[in-house]
């Protein structure tokens, strides 16, 4: 198991090109040839153990008779060669044993209880004495035969045994067959089933490879489709979702193919969106100086005054266009995500403290008063930068957009994790169908009058997206006419990682 898993490995590694196809290809091939060899294998085995058993059983058998002869002609405990009775019952019994030894190709010896051969097809041991291991243990009534398919024979013994009433035990055994006879013929056998599995593993390896391809080429065919279908998309033929329903996992690929092409499609509207917005934004005080410009290039003999005053509109239409540009320069800033963040530990009620100072002036002129309520000192991981500008454009905001007279109020408070600026005013309120517009860009609730008094409509989108990059939330509640509640909530302690 180890050993395919490694070659599995290697032959992984080794591939050029790591192609599903071909695994599967491999694997089926793999799956289905492999059995088949084991399996043709085990019957050659299995035919050969067999064989042998067979070949014993029967041999033992005809022997088996032969001694029964031998016994019922004393051929062993009566050995007399010089009676001519005996010597014909030899003769038949020595004939007997002489075909079955070139029936099997083998040789048969007959050894008496002295161990003596009495008999020798091959006739060379005749005479002699032979305590071999086998006829010891044959005496002894345990009957041996082996197999040698290494030189090609069959050993086995055979006992003499007398069945009559008055032979007992291991007595009984007066003498012992020792034979040895040639595989020969299994091994014919053999090679003709050999030959016949080779045929039929062959067939069955065309079968297999033939099948491993259809299969193979069938199961990935869902993997070219869903790259047609991109390809379609990209190429611009099709501005539809795709669907590749085969197998759940294309379904799962195809579903987020659909969800990122859906989020390409809002992003590349909200892009179109921005640059109309962007140059709309741009157009408009190019279009008022040039109205300035015209009218007095047109008016003859314009006064001095008219031209001073002329100017001084296209210089604030300047300005503007000024600010328009620095706030999407801001914007773009930000898009670069928190890479830029410069994060250090801040003490933010003198932040506060210090962006209403630079402030009040502007408050002091509607008359608008500026209070700071801290319930504690917090301390906090900002960034500096972004932090400021994120409380003055809410401050600056509650201001412009407040009633002559009125007041704004900004609240520092924290637990063990956050810390919340809540920027309240008395001004003119957001409608309800306008607060979940209000932070997007270039959005104004009335745009002569946030033009008016200098807006851009992009303070609000600057300081969502700072609070963003402080993984914080800014939430707005307004009732329209009384007044509005802009909460900033920061962790106090700055997680970087992935940009919400
Ligand atoms: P602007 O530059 O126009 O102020 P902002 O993005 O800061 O742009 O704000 C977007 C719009 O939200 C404003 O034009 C205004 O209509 C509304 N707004 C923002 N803050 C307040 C507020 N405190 N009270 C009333 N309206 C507000």
Redesign the pocket.
Known sequence: MKAIHKLIETLRQKMPVKSLRLQIFLLLLVMGIVPGFIVGAGIVRNYEARAVENRITTVQGQLKIVANHLLSNDYLTNYRPDEQAFRTNAEVINAELEMLANLYEGRVMIIDSNFKVILDTYEISEGKIMISEEVVKCFKGENISHYDSEHGYIEMTIPITDTTANAVGNGSIKGVMLTSISNSSIVTMMEVLNRRVILIETLLALVVVTLAIIVSVMMTRPFNRITEAIKDVTAGYSDESISVPDYVETIHIVDAFNQLLRRMRTLDASRQEFVANVSHELKTPMTSMKVLADSLLTQKDAPAELYREFMEDIVSEIDRENRIIT?LLALVKQDKKSKDMTIVSLNINELVELILKRLRPIARKKDVEVVFESMRSVVAEVDEVKLTLIIT??V???I???KDHGWVKVELDADHQFFTCK?S?S????PED?LEH??????????S???E???????????KGAVLQHKGTLT?E?VEGE??T?TVKIPLNYIAGQQG
């Open positions: 706030d454009n809410l600056e905001n509650a412009k957009y407040n920027v005013d001004g003119i309120g957001i306008a209000i932070t997007e860009r270039f959005y104004r609730v009335d745009k009058h946030s033009r008094i200098g807006g851009t409509g992009l303070g609000l989108a600057i300081a707005v307004s007044g509005s802009f």
